[in-house]
C-alpha cells in the first residue's frame, strides 16, 4: 500500500482527509482511531480505477498524531510518525482548509466524509458539488471470516437554500474577475508558475530539486512558505504536465506523463513514442496501429489526433464524470482531450486522461462554471501568464 502514497499532490489521483478517514469508525472495525482505514480506502481506490498504483496524497491535523493514545494499535502510530517523516503525510494545524485549498486549486478528488460546512462561504466551491468528494462506506459483506471492504460513494455536498445558490453564484462570480483583482488570489496565476522560498537551504517548493514539491500555502493571497512563514518568489513557468492512462479490459496497465510543449505518438510500436505492443493480446495487437493517435499538449491544451488505418473512437465525460456515446473520431484532426475522456483504440483498448486537471485548463473550467453575469465595467477579460 506504501507505494500509493505520494510525495507531492502533484503527483496524486486523490486527496485522503487523513484525520477523517483515521477516525470513521463505520470502517475497519472498532476503535477511535485506525490506520487499517486507510488500507481499506486505497484498497477500494484501486478496485474503483482499475490501477493499482492509483496515488493518494495525505494531509493530516498535527493533532492527529498529538492524539497518539487514541490510536489502538501503537504499530500505526509508528508507520504515521514514518510517513510524517518520509514527506509522505503533510502535517498541518489546519487539514480541512489545507485540503480545501488543493482541492479547489486543482479540482482533485478528495476522499472524506466531512462536508466542511465551516468552510463553505471562502470554499464556494463546495456548495451542490457532488462530484469531487467520495466517501467510504461499508462494502459489501464477504463471506464469514474474509476481510472486510469499504465502497466508496460520491458524497453530494448539497446545497441548503436558493438564497445560498446565488449567493453561490454571485460569489463565483467575484471569484472570477478576482482572478485578475488586486484583493483575491490569483490562484491561476500561482498555479502556473514555480516557486522558490528565498530560505537559501529550503527546498520545499524547487521543482528542480527534490521530489517532493508543495504547491504554494496562499497567506493573505501572497504564496508562503509554510515552513518558513515567508513569502516564495516566483520561479519562471511551471513546466505542467498531463497523465495518460492505458486501460486494457477495464484494468489500468500503464500510465505515461506528457511534458508542456510535446508531442508523443501512441500505438503499437511508434518510434518514438508510446508503444503499447507489450501490453496487447494479438487480436488487439492486430487492430492497434503502429502510430495510432498522437497526443500534444499545447498552451495548456491537450490535444488528441487520429493517424490509424481502422480508426478510433471517443467518448467525452461531462462535469459531473458521465460519459456520452461512443463517436468515431474523424481522422486527422485534433480534437481536445479533457480529463474523463476515453479513447478507443481497438475494442478493450482505452486511453484515458486522470482526473485531475492540468493547471492551464483551468481558466476555460473557471469560465465554465461561473454563472453569466455581466462582466463589471473596467473589468478586462480574464488571463493568464503560462
Ligand atoms: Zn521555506
Redesign the pocket.
Known amino acids: 500500500m506504501e507505494h500509493n502514497l505520494a510525495t507531492s499532490a502533484d503527483r496524486a489521483d486523490y486527496l485522503v482527509d487523513l484525520s477523517n478517514i483515521v477516525r470513521e469508525q463505520s470502517i475497519g472495525g472498532p476503535g477511535l482511531r485506525s490506520l487499517r482505514r486507510l488500507d481499506l480506502v486505497v484498497a477500494a481506490l484501486v478496485t474503483l480505477t482499475g490501477d493499482p498504483d492509483v496515488g493518494v496524497y495525505l494531509i493530516a491535523d498535527a493533532s492527529l498524531l498529538g492524539g497518539s493514545r487514541e490510536f489502538t494499535d501503537q504499530a500505526d502510530v509508528r508507520r504515521l510518525r514514518r510517513w510524517v517523516a518520509d514527506g509522505l503525510v503533510e502535517e498541518v494545524p489546519d487539514a480541512d482548509d489545507r485540503v480545501l485549498e488543493i482541492a479547489g486549486m486543482t479540482r482533485i478528488p478528495v476522499i472524506t466524509g466531512d462536508r466542511y460546512d465551516a468552510y463553505r462561504t471562502e470554499h464556494t466551491w463546495i456548495q451542490g458539488n457532488s462530484s469531487q468528494f467520495l466517501k467510504p462506506v461499508p462494502g459489501p459483506a464477504g463471506p464469514a471470516g474474509s476481510a472486510d471492504t469499504v465502497a466508496l460513494v460520491p458524497l453530494d455536498m448539497g446545497v441548503r437554500t436558493p438564497a445560498q445558490i446565488s449567493r453561490r453564484e454571485e460569489l463565483a462570480a467575484l471569484k472570477k474577475q478576482g482572478l485578475l483583482g488586486s484583493d483575491r488570489t490569483p490562484l491561476i496565476k500561482v498555479l502556473t508558475r514555480a516557486w522558490r ?1 528565498p ?1 537559501r537551504r ?1 527546498s ?1 517548493y524547487d521543482i528542480h530539486s527534490g521530489d517532493r514539491v508543495l504547491l504554494p500555502r496562499m497567506h493573505r493571497g501572497v504564496p508562503t ?1 509554510q ?2 512563514r515567508v513569502a516564495l518568489s516566483d520561479d519562471g513557468p511551471r513546466p505542467a504536465t498531463a497523465q495518460l492512462k492505458a486501460v486494457i479490459n477495464g484494468t489500468c496497465v500503464a500510465r505515461f506523463t506528457l511534458d508542456e510543449d510535446s508531442v508523443t505518438s501512441v500505438g503499437r510500436y511508434p518510434d518514438p513514442g508510446i508503444a503499447l505492443f507489450s501490453l496487447l493480446d494479438p487480436e488487439a495487437a492486430a487492430r492497434v496501429s503502429r502510430e495510432h493517435v498522437v497526443v500534444s499538449l499545447q498552451k495548456g491544451l491537450v490535444l488528441l489526433r487520429d493517424v490509424s488505418s481502422y480508426g478510433s473512437r471517443m467518448r467525452t465525460a461531462d462535469k459531473r464524470g458521465r460519459l456520452g456515446p461512443w463517436e468515431q473520431l474523424p481522422p486527422r484532426v485534433d480534437r481536445r482531450f479533457h480529463p474523463g475522456d476515453e479513447v478507443e483504440l481497438a475494442p478493450g483498448v482505452i486511453l484515458t486522461r486522470s482526473g485531475r486537471i492540468f493547471p492551464a485548463e483551468l481558466p476555460e473550467d473557471w469560465r465554465a462554471a461561473a454563472p453569466q453575469t455581466p462582466v463589471p465595467p473596467g473589468a478586462a477579460a480574464p488571463t493568464m501568464s503560462v
Open positions: 522560498c530560505e529550503c520545499l512558505c515552513q518558513h
